[in-house]
C-alpha cells in the first residue's frame, strides 16, 4: 500500500508564513541503476525506478533565513538573480513554499565543483531539508522526497544515506514517486570518482534525457532492461557480491550512453579519456582486480570496488577521489 493519501495530508498543510534560521546537509547520489526519461516533466515523474548510493560527506549544505529582501549564494559569492541557476532556485522555493516571507538561501557544496560531480540533487535535497525546518513543517522524509523530486529528479535519493531505491508511481500527482532508503549496508563498498574532462558540458542532463526519449530507437528497449538491472542490483546488494553490482551498474551506464549515441543528433559525452579510463578498468579487472565502473550524463567515471582494493585502484589511477559512502552524517542531522 502507498502511503501517498498521508502524505498528501502532511503536504497540504504546511505553514509558510514564518520562517526561522535553519541549516542543513544532504549528500550528492550516483544511480547504480539509472534514471533516464521522464513520463511527465513538469513534477519530473520517470519511466522507471532507479538505485543509487549516496556519497557520505560530499554533497551540499544549504542555509535559509528570513531577511528584507531574497537573496542567494552560492560558495559565499552573490548569485546574480537573473541567472538560470537563481531563476530555477527561487521558481522551486516558490512552490515548494507558497506565500513565504523573503528569505536569504546560501549554498556551499562539498563535492569538489571542478570536478564537474556538483549535482542538483544534493543542492534541491538540502534545501528542502533546510525549508522544513526553517518553517517547522516536520515532514516525513518521503513527503520531502516528493518536493526535492520536483526540482530535480534524482534529488528525490539525495533524503538518505547509503542505497536509495526510487519507484517510478503511477499517480498522476506523483505522490508514490519518491525515495525509500534500502536497510542493506555494506561497509566495505566504496566509490571513486575520476574525471576524465573537466571542461563545461555541451548539452546538460535534462535536455540529453529529454532528447534520447524524443529521437533514439533504442530508447524502446530501455525500460525493459532497467527492470532487470533494478531486480540484480538488489539480490547483488544482498548478498553483497561487488562482481554483482558492478555488472550490473556498469550495464545500466553503458546501455543509457547507448541509447545517447543512437539520439539524433547523437548525444556524445565520452571524451578520448573517458575511453581510455574504460579500457584501463577492463583491463585491470582482467588482471584479476575487481574494479568496476559506472558514468552519469557526462565524461567522467565513477569506480565501485570494496575497501581491500583500494590501494591497488588508488595506485592505477591516482587522480581517484575515493569516497566512502558510509562516512557522514544522516541528511538533515546535525
Ligand atoms: C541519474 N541522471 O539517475 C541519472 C543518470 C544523469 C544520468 O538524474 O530533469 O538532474 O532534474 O529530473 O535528475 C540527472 O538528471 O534531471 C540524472 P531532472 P536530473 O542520476
Known amino acids: 500500500m502507498s502511503a501517498s493519501p498521508s502524505l498528501a495530508s502532511a503536504l497540504a498543510g504546511r505553514s509558510c508564513a514564518e520562517a526561522r534560521a535553519a541549516t542543513a546537509f544532504a549528500p550528492a547520489n550516483i544511480a547504480l541503476v539509472k534514471y533516464w526519461g521522464k513520463r511527465e516533466a513538469r513534477l519530473n515523474l520517470p519511466r522507471t525506478g532507479s538505485l543509487s548510493l549516496s556519497l557520505g560527506t560530499l554533497g551540499t549544505t544549504t542555509s535559509v533565513e528570513p531577511a528584507a529582501q531574497d537573496s542567494l549564494a552560492l560558495g559565499g559569492e552573490p548569485v546574480d538573480p537573473a541567472s538560470g541557476f537563481a531563476k530555477r532556485l527561487w521558481a522551486f522555493v516558490d512552490e515548494a513554499a507558497p506565500g513565504r516571507p523573503p528569505l536569504a538561501v546560501a549554498t556551499e557544496n562539498t563535492i569538489p565543483t571542478a570536478a564537474g560531480l556538483a549535482s542538483s540533487a544534493s543542492g534541491f535535497a538540502a534545501l528542502v531539508l533546510a525549508l522544513d525546518r526553517a518553517f517547522g513543517w516536520r515532514l516525513p522524509r518521503a513527503a520531502l522526497s516528493v518536493l526535492a523530486r520536483q526540482g530535480s529528479g534524482s534529488a528525490c535519493r539525495s533524503l538518505w544515506r547509503g542505497f536509495v531505491a526510487w519507484?517510478?508511481?503511477?499517480?498522476d500527482d506523483g505522490?508514490?514517486?519518491?525515495?525509500?532508503?534500502?536497510?542493506?549496508?555494506w561497509p566495505e563498498l566504496r566509490i571513486g570518482l575520476l574525471l576524465a574532462d573537466t571542461g563545461p558540458k555541451a548539452v546538460g542532463?535534462?535536455?540529453a534525457m529529454n532528447h534520447t526519449v524524443a529521437t533514439s530507437p533504442l530508447y524502446a528497449a530501455w525500460p525493459a532492461a532497467v527492470e532487470g538491472h533494478l531486480r540484480?542490483?538488489?539480490s547483488a546488494i544482498a548478498a553483497q557480491d561487488v562482481h554483482h553490482l558492478g555488472r550490473v551498474a556498469e550495464a545500466s551506464a553503458l546501455t543509457m550512453h547507448?541509447?545517447?549515441?543512437?539520439?539524433?543528433?547523437?548525444?556524445?559525452y565520452w571524451r578520448p579519456e573517458s575511453v581510455r579510463l574504460i579500457h584501463?578498468?577492463?583491463?585491470?579487472?582482467?588482471?584479476?582486480?575487481?574494479?568496476?565502473?559506472t558514468m552519469d550524463a557526462g565524461p567522467n567515471l565513477k569506480l565501485l570496488y570494496e575497501a581491500a582494493s583500494e590501494p591497488a585502484v588508488q595506485s592505477a589511477f591516482p587522480g581517484l577521489t575515493p569516497v566512502d559512502p558510509w562516512s557522514g552524517p544522516e541528511p538533515g542531522e546535525d
Open 232 to 234: 540484480e542490483i538488489r
Open 175 to 185: 505522490l508514490d514517486s519518491h525515495g525509500e532508503p534500502l536497510e542493506a549496508r
Open 258 to 268: 547507448a541509447t545517447m549515441l543512437a539520439a539524433d543528433p547523437a548525444v556524445v
Open 167 to 171: 519507484r517510478a508511481g503511477t499517480r
Open 280 to 293: 584501463e578498468v577492463r583491463r585491470l579487472r582482467e588482471d584479476g582486480l575487481p574494479v568496476y565502473l
Open 205 to 207: 542532463s535534462r535536455e
